[in-house]
């Protein structure tokens, strides 16, 4: 009888949210090694700040014990924190070193912000859900997270005031790229933006300000390489 | 008897029309793939039905009265009780791949609406297995019951909202148990008082229910957190300004400060985006209409690559087919067309724009002819029997985006059966063209590309079959980072046309697909792919090469047809392992979300039945009567139950573009089978259906395979009438073949309950497992091979029938 009970309380995942401080750390390392590290992130930087920020802090209560696990996971409001690979990804893509501006479209739980923060001293992020706004800002106080400026406001005309930015990060899939957003890019700077399914990014999509012409690129993450190559088998 | 068979007319029609309004409830709050869970769930509650009243069978008929009462009312109760229930739990099956608590809660809400079919199957069969002497008139009473319920249902759609259809479909089941335990003491004749008192408590249980629900405890389902409505509506200071209702779906109209479409815009627009108002369809996107006034201009649908043929074709006669909210409409006025023709499905999009939001459009859509738009012309109806109608000539037909980005890149549609996305369906725009008239299509890129190499192939495809020479000087085609506009032209596309194709590229940085004598330095430079999949589709089919890429793309993108129209559904079955092996749980964007659920119901409902009919076979086998051929009686009503769905699903589709929308053809041939279906089952008697056996099967064969080769030609004939004149006329071309598709199951029934009573309610059930089966099935067997295959089984299915059925004794 006693091990029926633990199976339906593995099945329910009741057990899932006990984990300790250490064993969240271990699960944080096999993260970075296995969904990222092996899908050729490379940069060091980034993996570091992967190692470092307690992604199960960004996560609803009952969704903990998934914090570290390779799939996105809902935050409330219709909304997703993203697949740690693709947090990785974008933020590579980004190409942020230290002391660069960037700013970041849709806080949502804050992570990417966070891992952003990480690598450099000014991170702007807007979040146009008041809840979700106020939710992050105890997040990000709670955590200690002071690099981080954060508004409740409509991200589509972006932070005038800070512009222009190094690298923009657009987290919510788009069906137009904000005209204003394009302005307060820097020159050589890089927009990225999640293009897809919203619980399942597919792709990423770059758009460069490069000797004043706009361009766009589509990034594949490696593990669709495979199917867009159409090498099978 | 009389109150018998009305008790049963009213269940089955209370029954038809709660699966209805079910259907409708979950697409509003979820998707439209649940139309599948709810009809297998209410056909699994037949089958179950059946195993119910094998087991119980004693039982039950001992204390008939008091069962048959008690199923009535409980499956009443139910009705409203159960979506209550869903409210307990946190139901969002969108989450189902993340988060795996929501399959127990899907098979929670399973579980609950299976009750009401289950009770009230089990009152029908009872009635059925009580009477088997009169099974004729009860099984017409079920029938025609349930024809009345669809029509109810579907009337009931235009008054009440999605969340208020269920208290108001459970007052006819409600009804009717009531008018059966008032009007006649047939049914209550043999009960006891504390019977007749277990039963006056369950009819005012189920009053107060109903009462309650229509006043302070409503059916409150939350629509999904993750439709584009809910999203949208936590934008600051948005709200729901204007709904409407009907069958067709509901209608919300949004406003918000923070709303903003602008779809794939060119990354060179510098400028704003007029404020608008989101229009959505069952809380998906479904357009924008925007003020007029509120800005100077329009500028930014310059921007678009919609604008291409108006680039090449100045001061056109336009045919914009899906009008919709007007955007595209916009932009042929904003284009200088000099004369718009719009054709609109959904009469309530055309309402809000000429009526509601009229002075908000600036009288886009208006009828009255006077000021600025006095060349626009706005139709409602099907744009294929539009086309058929008119000998009109058109300089640019364009089809624009028709969802949101997300639900196209979800696979959202991959079971839409869209005949307007066809290969006959181009070829018939394409005759509609003048000399030099471009056919323009938009549609969003998804990666890997499916969605617009599927249109490429398609156009393509329509060069040959016009036996057209140097087919690459007709076609052209440009994209933008998220959609691509591909054009046919009639005639060659000139020197001139292309040197204003590059420069439009050029201006707004758009890539070039195709155009004569494109060069490889000329594509994939403002929006940089890992190579370009289109330059490369194109040219490769132009080289004679297609088969060689249906075949090896790694989606299928082989030219949908009006045999097989799927437009949307892209996945190749023997590629899910490789997906699966590639990339495991993430595989799931590319399996076509309906196209799943689709799959996962087919293989469910093959495991159920297993273990609902073959099981209780075993334990059958053990009982007292059970001596009958059970074989041929599995062969039998499986038969009819496969064959009379096939035929019904293959008459749907076929009269789809006849009466111009699936809900009239649903509606007209549902009602017209299950009439006249019950009308054969009353005369069978009459006409000794036993003994004429094969003469009626021959028939239903003949008439098959004569509506097989005809009824194509019949509805073009009849396709100018209006459309009260063509939903009459399917009602009665159809009837014929539903009156002898009436008989052979009271026949079959009648004459396994004279020497094998046992199997009755077995059959019963068997019947019902293989209907809920062949909807599935069908619809399974014609994205895979096409109608006409649908059709090829159902004569088999017949055939079978007919060959088991020769012979009743042999049967019992």
Request: aromatic fraction near 12%.
């Amino acid at each position: 009888m006693k091990k029926i009970w633990i199976i339906i309380l593995i099945i329910f995942g009741i057990s899932a949210n006990s984990f300790t401080q250490a064993e969240y750390d271990r699960l944080r390392e096999q993260m970075v090694k296995y969904q990222i590290e092996a899908r050729d992130v490379k940069s060091k930087t980034v993996l570091d700040a992967m190692r470092k920020v307690p992604r199960h802090e960004f996560v609803p209560e009952k969704h903990r014990g998934e914090a570290y696990n390779d799939y996105p996971l809902p935050i409330g409001y219709g909304q997703t924190i993203s697949q740690p690979y693709i947090v990785a990804l974008m933020t590579e893509l980004a190409e942020v070193t230290k002391g660069e501006k960037v700013l970041e479209i849709g806080t949502g739980s804050g992570y990417q912000a966070a891992v952003l923060a990480e690598i450099t001293d000014s991170v702007f992020s807007i979040e146009i859900i008041t809840e979700l706004t106020n939710e992050v800002k105890q997040r990000f106080q709670r955590l200690g997270l002071k690099k981080i400026t954060v508004k409740n406001a409509d991200g589509y005309y972006g932070w005038k005031e800070f512009s222009p930015f190094d690298a923009i990060i657009v987290t919510a899939a788009a069906e137009h790229i904000p005209p204003p957003l394009i302005e307060q890019l820097k020159q050589g700077g890089k927009m990225i933006i999640p293009v897809g399914h919203p619980l399942q990014v597919q792709d990423l999509l770059i758009v460069e300000k490069k000797d004043g012409k706009v361009r766009s690129k589509n990034i594949i993450p490696v593990r669709f390489v495979p199917l867009v190559r159409g090498s099978k088998k | 008897m009389k109150s018998i068979s009305l008790s049963a007319g009213f269940i089955s029609a209370a029954i038809i029309a709660y699966q209805l309004a079910l259907m409708r409830v979950l697409s509003f709050i979820q998707w439209y793939h649940f139309a599948f869970m709810i009809i297998s769930i209410a056909l699994l509650g037949f089958g179950t039905s059946g195993v119910i009243l094998s087991i119980f069978r004693k039982k039950l008929l001992s204390r008939f009265s008091l069962s048959f009462s008690v199923f009535l009312l409980a499956c009443s109760i139910f009705m409203i009780l159960s979506p209550q229930l869903i409210r307990l739990i946190d139901f969002e099956p969108y989450l189902i791949t993340i988060d795996f608590a929501q399959i127990w809660s899907l098979l929670y809400v399973c579980g609950l609406l299976f009750i009401p079919f289950v009770c009230g199957a089990c009152a029908i069969g009872l009635a059925m297995m009580s009477f088997s002497e009169k099974i004729h008139q009860i099984y017409f009473a079920n029938l025609f019951g349930s024809a009345i319920g669809g029509i109810m249902a579907i009337g009931m759609m235009f008054i009440f909202h999605p969340l208020k259809l269920i208290p108001a479909v459970s007052l006819i089941s409600f009804l009717g148990a009531t008018f059966s335990l008032n009007r006649s003491e047939v049914v209550i004749h043999d009960a006891t008082k504390s019977h007749k008192n277990i039963c006056y408590t369950l009819l005012g249980i189920n009053l107060i229910l109903i009462v309650l629900t229509f006043s302070i405890f409503p059916i409150d389902l939350k629509m999904s957190e993750y439709k584009s409505l809910s999203k949208t509506q936590m934008l600051p200071d948005a709200k729901i300004i204007k709904e409407k209702i009907s069958p067709m779906g509901v209608v919300n109209v949004l406003e918000s400060s923070a709303l903003r479409y602008a779809p794939s815009l060119s990354l060179n627009f510098q400028g704003g985006i007029p404020s608008h108002l989101g229009v959505f369809i069952d809380g998906e996107w479904a357009g924008a209409i925007f003020e007029k006034g509120k800005t100077t201009a329009f500028t930014f649908l310059d921007y678009t690559t919609s604008t291409l043929p108006y680039r090449l074709k100045l001061k056109s006669d336009v045919l914009v087919i899906g009008a919709g909210t007007g955007m595209e409409i916009q932009i042929a006025i904003q284009q200088e067309a000099s004369n718009i023709t719009g054709i609109e499905l959904n009469p309530q999009i055309i309402e809000l724009i000429r009526k509601d939001f009229a002075g908000i459009s600036g009288d886009l859509y208006s009828t009255n002819n006077v000021g600025t738009h006095k060349r626009i012309n706005i139709f409602s109806g099907e744009a294929r029997s539009f086309l058929t109608q008119t000998d009109k000539k058109f300089d640019v037909i364009t089809i624009p985006l028709m969802e949101g980005y997300t639900a196209s890149a979800a696979g959202m549609h991959s079971l839409f059966e869209n005949y307007l996305f066809t290969t006959e369906s181009f070829g018939l725009m394409f005759d509609h063209l003048t000399d030099e008239g471009i056919l323009a299509i938009t549609t969003w890129i998804n990666h890997p590309p499916r969605h617009a190499m599927k249109l490429l192939t398609m156009l393509i495809e329509i060069l040959r079959q016009k036996d057209i020479e140097q087919q690459d000087e007709h076609f052209a085609g440009v994209r933008s980072w998220g959609s691509a506009t591909l054009l046919l032209k009639k005639s060659k596309f000139t020197e001139k046309d292309v040197v204003l194709l590059k420069q439009f590229c050029s201006e707004y940085s758009f890539d070039p697909i195709h155009y004569p004598n494109i060069t490889d330095d000329e594509v994939n430079r403002f929006n940089k792919l890992e190579h370009d999949y289109f330059y490369d589709a194109a040219i490769n089919i132009f080289k004679g090469k297609a088969d060689s890429i249906y075949k090896h793309y790694l989606f299928n993108i082989e030219p949908a047809t009006d045999n097989r129209p799927y437009y949307s559904h892209f996945l190749k079955l023997s590629n899910i392992p490789y997906f699966i092996e590639l990339l495991g749980r993430d595989a799931l964007p590319f399996m076509d979300w309906g196209y799943l659920v689709l799959l996962c119901t087919l293989i469910a409902l093959v495991l159920l039945s297993v273990i609902f009919i073959i099981l209780p076979l075993f334990a059958l086998r053990r009982s007292d009567d059970g001596k009958g051929n059970k074989l041929r009686t599995l062969l039998y009503f499986s038969g009819l139950g496969i064959g009379f769905m096939f035929i019904e699903i293959v008459m749907i589709q076929k009269s789809i573009l006849f009466l111009g929308h699936p809900m009239y053809s649903v509606s007209a041939i549902i009602t017209g089978i299950l009439l006249f279906s019950g009308l054969g089952s009353l005369y069978s008697k009459q006409l000794n259906a036993e003994k004429n056996f094969k003469i009626i099967a021959g028939l239903i064969f003949i008439l098959g395979i004569f509506y097989s080769l005809l009824l194509n030609n019949l509805f073009h004939l009849m396709l100018h009438f209006p459309l009260w004149v063509k939903y009459i006329g399917a009602l009665l071309i159809i009837s014929p073949l539903a009156f002898f598709m009436g008989m052979p199951f009271p026949t079959g029934l009648a004459a396994l309950s004279r020497t094998s009573s046992s199997l009755v309610p077995w059959a019963w059930g068997v019947n019902g497992f293989m209907s809920v089966i062949s909807t599935v099935l069908a619809t399974f067997i014609a994205i895979e091979m096409g109608f006409n295959m649908v059709f090829l089984f159902a004569i088999l299915a017949y055939s079978i029938v007919l060959g088991v059925g020769l012979d009743f004794k042999r049967l019992e």
